[in-house]
């Protein structure tokens, strides 16, 4: 048994997280499910990768932590209702990506599922959505629309209760280093404090408060009219997201007059292509994630589809996205800065007959793109554009 020291496997693990549920009284039926790397009990399932990638990282005590807190979450009696009497208490509303829920409903429809709960979301902004759970003793819970129904109250309603509960559980706490912020509660809500803007007033900043939060456990902050510590701020934000489990994305915020907004800066900015970079980083780790899981699901269900790669590009410091649109075949196009329009007909190297920007292929052959409604978003398309309209968006691109 390797229990709390050297690094189990992903079955280990799994048998380590089902004995604990069977040990601390939870329900029986949970089974794990080794191609998804979760555990299912009829309708409810718990994903095991972020945890088991936290559990790795930690040690001793902090692994204990986290694996009593992930399995009192899956013996809790999820399936029974909970009154808004009992809710309220622990009611909390939290931020989150808006990846994790398009992500999950992908999963549902791998595994055929016609129906899942239908969580309690609001988008604020390019990436990130708030959300609403039930942070009882011992689990915490997401709340979904059929929640509110039984409770007979508005969205708006439960947003402001939970929100009431954040600020109640929140004093300024932050730690200062070479004019970056950052918040030092650790307690899963660190990321959600967003949500407060009164919380920086009382910083030192110069100019909005510029906000990133790699994970849930950390949130940083510099001000807007302080670039070099922006750019500290981004690098410590990528440092995170690719070395600390679970992470979110590095995409900077600003506060403006109370209110989210994704943050930019103008192309004379001393930090633009920081910023640049940071931004497209998003889009990387989920189109990734998301091409993934699309070709498991028409891999499933005998669906000749090809799924387009979102690929990060730099030149002269500036960070770029492409994405290929190829003669023929029918893809699912991811949205990219710039869309290479290749005929694999061709001898290999002369096969990309044109290159334009987003904007311009928008513009010239729109009606060749359905959009699918996906998050992030993808477009299908089938049919290419005619040698005309090529030259067209390669023109108006070229004369940008």
């Known amino acids: 048994m390797f229990g709390f020291f050297g690094k189990p496997s992903k079955k280990e693990f799994a048998n380590l997280v089902l004995a604990q549920i069977k040990a601390t009284g939870g329900k029986d039926g949970w089974v794990f499910m080794e191609d998804a790397f979760e555990i299912r009990r009829g309708t409810n399932r718990g994903f095991l990768g972020n945890t088991y990638a936290a559990y790795c990282q930690a040690k001793g005590e902090m692994r204990a932590k986290i694996l009593s807190n992930y399995v009192s979450a899956m013996a809790a009696d999820l399936d029974s209702e909970i009154s808004l009497d009992d809710a309220r208490p622990n ?5 989150r990506e808006r990846v994790l829920f398009a992500f999950t409903s992908l999963l549902w429809q791998l595994e055929d599922s016609e129906k899942h709960p239908t969580q309690q979301t ?13 942070d009882a003793p011992g689990h915490m819970q997401l709340v979904n629309e059929e929640h509110l129904q039984g409770w007979h109250i508005t969205s708006d309603e439960a947003f402001a209760m939970g929100l009431e509960r954040l600020r109640d559980c929140t004093v300024s706490k932050f730690s200062e280093e070479n004019g970056v912020y950052r918040g030092t509660w650790n307690d899963d809500y660190d990321s959600s404090r967003i949500l407060l803007p009164r919380l920086f007033d009382d910083l030192p900043l110069k100019g909005c408060p510029v906000i990133t939060i790699p994970n849930r456990l950390t949130l940083l902050v510099a001000g807007s009219d302080d670039p070099e510590a922006i750019r500290r701020m981004l690098v410590k934000a990528e440092e995170i997201v690719r070395t600390i489990a679970r992470p979110h994305n590095p995409a900077p915020l600003v506060i403006r007059n109370g209110k989210i907004e994704d943050f930019t800066v103008e ?9 640049q970079k940071a931004v497209r980083m998003a889009p990387l780790i989920y189109y990734q994630e998301q091409k993934t899981s699309l070709e498991k699901l028409y891999e499933k269900n005998g669906k000749d589809l090809f799924v387009a790669s979102y ?24 949205v990219a800065d710039e869309i290479v329009f290749v005929d694999s007909a061709l001898p290999k190297g002369s096969n990309a007959v044109a290159v334009a920007k987003w904007d311009d292929v928008v513009a010239c052959v729109g009606d060749l793109l359905l959009d699918t409604k996906m998050f992030p978003a993808r477009y299908y398309v089938s049919k290419f554009p005619t040698e005309e309209q090529l030259r067209l968006m390669a023109s108006k691109s070229a004369g940008r």
Do not use: R
């Open 91 to 95: 009611l909390v509303t939290v931020v």
């Open 311 to 334: 690929t990060l590009t730099q030149k002269d410091g500036a960070y770029g996205s492409v994405a290929v649109w190829t003669k023929g075949v029918p893809t699912l196009l991811p």
């Open 267 to 275: 192309p004379s900015s001393p930090i633009f292509h920081d910023v």
């Open 122 to 134: 609001e988008t604020i902004s390019a990436w990130f959505t708030k959300a609403l759970v039930i």
